[in-house]
Protein backbone atom coordinates (compact mmCIF):
# COMPACT_ATOMS: atom_id res chain seq x y z
CA UNK A 1 0.00 0.00 0.00
CA UNK A 2 1.22 3.48 -1.07
CA UNK A 3 1.99 5.15 2.41
CA UNK A 4 3.75 7.88 4.45
CA UNK A 5 4.96 6.77 7.70
CA UNK A 6 5.38 8.39 10.94
CA UNK A 7 6.83 7.10 14.30
CA UNK A 8 5.86 7.66 16.86
CA UNK A 9 2.32 8.52 16.58
CA UNK A 10 2.30 9.73 20.14
CA UNK A 11 5.06 11.33 21.99
CA UNK A 12 5.62 12.87 26.00
CA UNK A 13 9.27 13.89 26.56
CA UNK A 14 10.86 16.65 28.54
CA UNK A 15 12.33 19.79 27.58
CA UNK A 16 15.70 19.48 26.89
CA UNK A 17 15.91 15.32 25.57
CA UNK A 18 16.93 14.75 22.00
CA UNK A 19 14.33 12.97 19.90
CA UNK A 20 14.11 12.02 16.70
CA UNK A 21 10.23 11.70 14.80
CA UNK A 22 11.28 9.23 11.55
CA UNK A 23 8.95 10.05 7.87
CA UNK A 24 9.06 7.28 5.77
CA UNK A 25 7.66 6.92 2.21
CA UNK A 26 7.11 3.89 -0.48
CA UNK A 27 6.06 5.83 -3.06
CA UNK A 28 9.81 7.20 -4.37
CA UNK A 29 8.40 10.60 -3.87
CA UNK A 30 10.95 13.34 -5.09
CA UNK A 31 9.71 16.26 -2.30
CA UNK A 32 9.45 15.45 1.17
CA UNK A 33 8.22 18.00 4.05
CA UNK A 34 7.84 18.87 7.67
CA UNK A 35 4.47 20.53 8.91
CA UNK A 36 3.42 21.41 12.32
CA UNK A 37 0.23 21.87 13.19
CA UNK A 38 -1.09 24.55 15.81
CA UNK A 39 -4.56 25.91 17.02
CA UNK A 40 -5.29 29.29 15.17
CA UNK A 41 -2.17 29.20 13.16
CA UNK A 42 -3.15 26.32 10.91
CA UNK A 43 -0.08 24.31 8.82
CA UNK A 44 3.05 25.66 8.73
CA UNK A 45 6.00 24.55 7.27
CA UNK A 46 8.90 23.37 9.46
CA UNK A 47 11.30 21.99 6.60
CA UNK A 48 11.36 20.65 2.99
CA UNK A 49 13.25 18.38 0.63
CA UNK A 50 13.20 18.52 -3.02
CA UNK A 51 15.70 15.62 -3.39
CA UNK A 52 18.34 13.38 -1.67
CA UNK A 53 21.05 15.74 0.29
CA UNK A 54 18.82 18.67 -0.55
CA UNK A 55 16.69 20.18 1.97
CA UNK A 56 15.69 23.71 3.04
CA UNK A 57 13.96 25.86 5.80
CA UNK A 58 10.63 26.16 5.60
CA UNK A 59 8.66 29.21 7.86
CA UNK A 60 9.28 28.24 11.32
CA UNK A 61 12.87 26.25 11.33
CA UNK A 62 14.53 27.26 14.63
CA UNK A 63 15.06 24.40 16.92
CA UNK A 64 14.72 21.97 14.03
CA UNK A 65 17.15 19.69 11.78
CA UNK A 66 16.41 17.07 9.10
CA UNK A 67 18.79 15.12 6.65
CA UNK A 68 17.82 13.70 3.65
CA UNK A 69 20.28 10.97 2.74
CA UNK A 70 17.63 8.41 1.36
CA UNK A 71 14.76 9.21 -0.81
CA UNK A 72 12.57 7.22 1.33
CA UNK A 73 13.47 8.91 4.77
CA UNK A 74 12.92 12.29 5.92
CA UNK A 75 13.57 12.45 9.63
CA UNK A 76 12.99 15.19 11.57
CA UNK A 77 15.13 16.03 14.99
CA UNK A 78 14.48 18.14 18.10
CA UNK A 79 18.13 18.69 19.68
CA UNK A 80 16.74 20.24 22.43
CA UNK A 81 12.95 20.11 22.06
CA UNK A 82 11.10 22.71 24.51
CA UNK A 83 7.43 23.35 25.86
CA UNK A 84 6.69 25.44 22.47
CA UNK A 85 7.22 22.74 20.07
CA UNK A 86 4.31 21.16 21.90
CA UNK A 87 2.29 20.38 18.36
CA UNK A 88 1.29 17.88 15.84
CA UNK A 89 3.78 17.18 13.26
CA UNK A 90 2.68 15.72 9.59
CA UNK A 91 5.33 14.44 7.19
CA UNK A 92 4.26 14.54 3.53
CA UNK A 93 5.64 13.47 0.12
CA UNK A 94 4.91 14.25 -3.41
CA UNK A 95 6.28 12.44 -6.84
CA UNK A 96 7.31 15.46 -8.48
CA UNK A 97 10.52 17.78 -7.18
CA UNK A 98 8.72 20.96 -5.88
CA UNK A 99 4.90 21.47 -5.46
CA UNK A 100 3.53 20.31 -8.39
CA UNK A 101 2.43 17.32 -6.86
CA UNK A 102 0.05 15.60 -5.53
CA UNK A 103 0.81 15.88 -1.81
CA UNK A 104 0.40 13.34 0.62
CA UNK A 105 0.28 13.47 4.21
CA UNK A 106 1.64 10.63 7.11
CA UNK A 107 -1.06 10.05 10.40
CA UNK A 108 0.91 12.51 12.26
CA UNK A 109 2.90 12.81 15.58
CA UNK A 110 1.37 14.37 18.46
CA UNK A 111 4.38 15.43 20.63
CA UNK A 112 3.86 16.94 24.19
CA UNK A 113 7.26 18.80 25.77
CA UNK A 114 6.54 19.31 29.27
CA UNK B 1 3.13 35.28 -1.84
CA UNK B 2 -0.09 33.61 -2.70
CA UNK B 3 -3.10 34.12 -0.12
CA UNK B 4 -5.62 31.57 0.45
CA UNK B 5 -9.49 31.79 2.21
CA UNK B 6 -11.79 29.74 2.99
CA UNK B 7 -15.34 30.24 3.46
CA UNK B 8 -17.07 29.76 6.04
CA UNK B 9 -15.24 29.18 8.65
CA UNK B 10 -17.48 26.99 10.63
CA UNK B 11 -20.58 25.11 9.53
CA UNK B 12 -23.47 23.10 11.20
CA UNK B 13 -25.92 21.15 9.11
CA UNK B 14 -28.21 18.73 9.86
CA UNK B 15 -27.57 14.95 8.15
CA UNK B 16 -28.59 14.37 4.82
CA UNK B 17 -27.83 18.04 3.95
CA UNK B 18 -25.94 19.30 1.37
CA UNK B 19 -23.04 21.83 1.76
CA UNK B 20 -20.11 24.04 -0.40
CA UNK B 21 -17.30 24.98 1.11
CA UNK B 22 -15.20 27.56 -0.91
CA UNK B 23 -11.66 28.61 -1.41
CA UNK B 24 -10.17 31.74 -2.90
CA UNK B 25 -6.68 32.48 -3.90
CA UNK B 26 -5.23 35.63 -4.87
CA UNK B 27 -3.07 34.53 -7.77
CA UNK B 28 -2.81 31.50 -10.85
CA UNK B 29 -1.91 27.98 -9.29
CA UNK B 30 -0.87 25.01 -10.18
CA UNK B 31 -1.19 23.36 -7.37
CA UNK B 32 -4.96 22.76 -5.85
CA UNK B 33 -5.66 20.16 -2.92
CA UNK B 34 -8.40 19.82 -1.15
CA UNK B 35 -7.77 17.53 2.57
CA UNK B 36 -10.44 16.47 5.22
CA UNK B 37 -8.77 16.21 8.33
CA UNK B 38 -10.52 14.24 10.94
CA UNK B 39 -11.70 14.32 14.41
CA UNK B 40 -8.00 11.78 14.98
CA UNK B 41 -6.35 14.27 13.82
CA UNK B 42 -5.62 13.07 9.84
CA UNK B 43 -5.09 14.48 6.64
CA UNK B 44 -7.04 12.70 4.05
CA UNK B 45 -6.60 13.59 0.22
CA UNK B 46 -10.09 14.47 -1.10
CA UNK B 47 -9.19 16.05 -4.77
CA UNK B 48 -5.84 17.12 -6.33
CA UNK B 49 -7.54 20.04 -8.70
CA UNK B 50 -5.92 22.65 -10.46
CA UNK B 51 -8.29 23.36 -12.87
CA UNK B 52 -11.82 21.78 -13.38
CA UNK B 53 -13.96 19.34 -11.95
CA UNK B 54 -13.42 15.82 -9.98
CA UNK B 55 -16.14 13.93 -8.28
CA UNK B 56 -15.05 11.07 -5.68
CA UNK B 57 -18.79 9.31 -4.47
CA UNK B 58 -21.01 12.09 -2.34
CA UNK B 59 -18.14 14.67 -2.96
CA UNK B 60 -17.39 16.66 -5.96
CA UNK B 61 -15.21 19.27 -6.45
CA UNK B 62 -14.61 22.20 -9.17
CA UNK B 63 -11.85 24.87 -9.45
CA UNK B 64 -11.83 27.49 -11.75
CA UNK B 65 -8.60 28.88 -12.27
CA UNK B 66 -9.28 31.96 -14.28
CA UNK B 67 -11.73 33.19 -11.63
CA UNK B 68 -9.16 32.30 -8.65
CA UNK B 69 -11.65 29.98 -6.87
CA UNK B 70 -12.24 26.69 -5.49
CA UNK B 71 -15.52 24.58 -4.21
CA UNK B 72 -15.45 21.54 -2.60
CA UNK B 73 -19.19 20.46 -2.45
CA UNK B 74 -20.48 17.67 -0.03
CA UNK B 75 -24.17 15.91 -0.57
CA UNK B 76 -26.35 14.24 1.48
CA UNK B 77 -23.70 14.58 4.71
CA UNK B 78 -23.50 12.08 7.04
CA UNK B 79 -21.62 11.97 10.40
CA UNK B 80 -18.36 11.25 9.08
CA UNK B 81 -18.03 13.72 7.15
CA UNK B 82 -17.48 16.20 10.51
CA UNK B 83 -14.37 17.54 11.04
CA UNK B 84 -11.68 20.23 9.47
CA UNK B 85 -11.51 20.79 5.21
CA UNK B 86 -8.55 22.61 4.11
CA UNK B 87 -7.67 23.39 1.02
CA UNK B 88 -3.87 23.90 -0.05
CA UNK B 89 -2.57 25.81 -3.17
CA UNK B 90 0.88 26.65 -5.04
CA UNK B 91 1.67 28.95 -7.54
CA UNK B 92 5.26 27.48 -9.02
CA UNK B 93 7.76 24.68 -8.91
CA UNK B 94 9.74 26.58 -5.99
CA UNK B 95 6.71 27.60 -4.02
CA UNK B 96 5.39 26.51 -0.54
CA UNK B 97 2.45 25.06 -0.30
CA UNK B 98 -0.06 27.57 1.35
CA UNK B 99 -2.73 26.24 3.68
CA UNK B 100 -6.05 27.80 4.16
CA UNK B 101 -7.40 28.33 7.69
CA UNK B 102 -10.31 25.70 6.90
CA UNK B 103 -13.84 25.09 7.64
CA UNK B 104 -14.50 23.35 10.51
CA UNK B 105 -17.98 20.85 9.63
CA UNK B 106 -20.14 19.44 11.84
CA UNK B 107 -22.54 17.36 11.01
CA UNK B 108 -25.72 16.89 13.15
CA UNK B 109 -27.29 13.12 13.77
Known amino acids: EAQVTQNPRYLITVTGKKLTVTCSQN?????MSWYRQDPGLGLRQIYY???????DKGDVPEGYKVSRKEKRNFPLILESPSPNQTSLYFC?????????????FGPGTRLTVT | GIQVEQSPPDLILQEGANSTLRCNFS?????LQWFHQNPWGQLINLFY???GTKQNGRLSATTVATERYSLLYISSSQTTDSGVYFC???????????FGKGTRLHILP
Open chain 2, 88 to 98: AAAMNRDDKII
Open chain 2, 27 to 31: DSVNN
Open chain 1, 49 to 55: SMNVEVT
Open chain 1, 27 to 31: MNHEY
Open chain 2, 49 to 51: IPS
Open chain 1, 92 to 104: ASSFLAGVLGEQY
